[in-house]
């Protein structure tokens, strides 16, 4: 019997995973719709021109990579700048770079020899290494001690939780990189940048000439839009596509504020973190510093971290016991399924913008090649 279905592949998601299945598939000569319920493409990568500056709408997204694989596939689609994450943080007024290096322990403390700054931190953190740690702050204190800890530390870190530091677990902060060199890139990977012109130029340039339907919510329509398709891949919350049969997964949400200010520089970097508590947001951007502009105006974006929760716009998977057990139930109903699940919400998974685009490269490899 001839199939009635137009595509073989409806992909729901047109962020960086779903937008990477699509080019593939329609590189082997498969035909896709692409719908997401959002006005735009591109996922949280989706890009805002306000004042002519691309404005990082979901939060600063910044490419690094050591896989030239995944660097050179992006570069393909629209080549890449140079800029480098070099954020400051930002203590009761005093500016100290990240991650921690030579110039931290300079404005710290003001010594200027590795030895030094060793020796200050070995002091400061070996009272603490007696004993196991219990908890997050407790294991902060024995890896760098108490200046480091408390000042660029304990408050950044409540915040982004929603919780005290003794109160979350050790393991979240295994180790802590210490830099003895004056080096304020934040990324060791070998490759960094952001698209020239933003984003969006990436995700176009992805997705060209293939059927692309926005402000469509699937699960209003799933019935119709599934006839239309040989198979489906889904990049959203996989705990909704199965109707929250095992409970909700919880995330960490962000809440951002957008302004526009009549000034060309507001604070001469793209990144600062603001790390006292007492502060409710945790990081200022600015972003033109990211594609080197020169306007006239500037758009800075204070980012407010929201408590854990499972109304919110997904963000950051919560990935403790309770959530990693409900999605293991998940997980095990959907390798029963003949839908493809992939990305940060379908698998319920921190991953970066490269791992995305090469866990969607890998899919597709295997799907199609073998």
Known sequence: MKST????????????????????????GKTCLVVDKREHIGGNTYCKKIEDINVHAYGAHIFHTNDKNIWDYVNDFVPFNRYTNSPVANHNGKL?????????????????????????????????QKNQPQNLEEQALSLVGED????????YTEKQWGRKATELPAF????????????????????QGIPKGGYNELSGALLEGIDVQLGVNYFKDKESLDKMAKKIVFTGKIDEYYNYEFGKLEYRGLRFEHEILDIDNYQGNAVVNYTEAKIPYTRILEH?????????????????????????????????????????QY?????????????R?????????????????????KLFDN
């Open 331 to 343: 997980k095990k109903k959907a390798s029963n399924d003949l839908v493809i699940f992939g990305g």
């Open 345 to 365: 919400l379908a698998e319920y998974k921190y991953y970066d913008m490269h791992q995305v685009i090469g866990a969607a490269l890998a899919k597709t490899k």
């Open 288 to 328: 033109k510093h990211f594609e080197f502009g020169q306007q006239n105006k500037t758009v800075i974006t204070k980012e407010y971290p929201l408590e854990a929760s499972t109304n919110l716009e997904p963000y950051y998977p919560i990935n403790d016991d309770k959530n990693n057990n409900r999605y293991a």
């Open 96 to 128: 100290y770079n990240l991650p921690f290096n030579m110039n931290t322990f300079y404005q710290l403390w003001g010594v200027k020899t590795p030895a030094e700054a060793k020796s200050i931190i070995e002091e400061q953190s070996k009272i603490y």
């Open 5 to 28: 279905k137009m595509y073989d592949f409806l992909i729901v998601g047109a962020g960086l995973y779903g937008a990477v299945f699509a080019h593939e598939a329609k590189r082997r």
């Open 148 to 155: 480091i800890y408390f000042k660029l530390i304990k408050g």
């Open 172 to 191: 979240i902060i295994k180790r802590l990189p210490l830099r003895f060199t004056f080096d304020n890139n934040y990324f060791n990977d070998s490759y």
